[in-house]
């Protein structure tokens, strides 16, 4: 089974809309922290947000927050007035206490923002 | 202060040549992960080092790839005799002391390519 799960391939939206990028998780271990990762297209990854399983609220950094639904496991990202330089690839990934702290990925969804 | 640095951005070989990927993490930093990223893919883990150990290399193919973390100077990833599929882009992150719930800070990668 895959660990971490993004449906959406690819999405277009209307710059200044908000965004929901999906992302669920399967995991056995009940410490875990759930990142998302933006690759734009100069291949760069950069951390965007972190929410832990043990937290009690949702993450937010800025225009970007966390929807974390812990009993369907799953996060996903919700970017607010989207800009043109949000367009790139985005990556949920998820950090297992007991698996050696590797990050694993799921196959990432590319966003384009229509001007 | 510096992030991890990856050098070099880009290295071309040829079938059967040795690449050599260096990364140096941020400074305080004693651990270390590799990953590769094939085109339209995420991130997959390769290997997790501290200072002068392996501790977890369950992503790493068998045969001609190694890695290591001396105790002076930058982690290196060795593939010898490439292959073509060995093209992709490897991506080094860094963390402190091993802490499930804190980012890791990547570099921006080296492509490797294949001729």
């Known amino acids: 089974a895959q660990k971490i799960t993004q449906t959406q391939p690819g999405m277009f939206v209307q710059e200044k809309e908000a965004v929901t990028l999906d992302c669920t998780y399967d995991?056995?271990?009940?410490?875990?922290?759930l990142f998302w990762y933006k690759q734009p297209s100069s291949g760069e990854m950069i951390f965007l947000i972190y929410?832990?399983?043990?937290?009690?609220q949702n993450a937010t950094e800025g225009r970007y927050s966390l929807n974390f639904q812990k009993a369907r496991k799953s996060a996903n990202l919700v970017i607010s007035a989207s800009q043109l330089g949000d367009s790139a690839m985005y990556f949920c990934?998820?950090?297992?206490?007991?698996?050696?702290?590797?990050?694993?990925f799921g196959t990432g969804t590319r966003l384009t923002i229509i001007p | 202060n510096a992030g991890v640095m990856q050098n070099p951005r880009h290295l071309v070989r040829r079938r059967g040549q040795e690449a050599r990927l260096r990364c140096s993490p941020v400074?305080?930093?004693?651990?270390v992960y590799w990953y590769r990223q094939l085109p339209e893919e995420g991130l997959k883990f390769m290997v997790y080092?501290?200072?002068?150990?392996?501790?977890?290399e369950s992503g790493m193919p068998k045969e001609r790839f190694s890695a290591e973390f001396p105790k002076e100077g930058p982690s290196i990833l060795r593939i010898q005799q490439v292959v073509r599929g060995d093209s992709a882009a490897y991506f080094c992150?860094?963390?402190?002391?091993?802490?499930?719930?804190?980012?890791?800070?990547f570099g921006d990668g080296t492509r490797l390519s294949i001729l």
């Open positions: 992150a860094s963390s402190p002391a091993r802490q499930a719930h804190q980012p890791q800070h």
């Open positions: 995991t056995s271990d009940p410490s875990y922290g």
């Open positions: 929410q832990g399983s043990y937290d009690q």
């Open positions: 990934a998820m950090r297992e206490n007991f698996g050696n702290e590797k990050l694993t």
């Open positions: 400074k305080g930093h004693s651990h």
């Open positions: 080092l501290q200072k002068e150990n392996i501790i977890d």
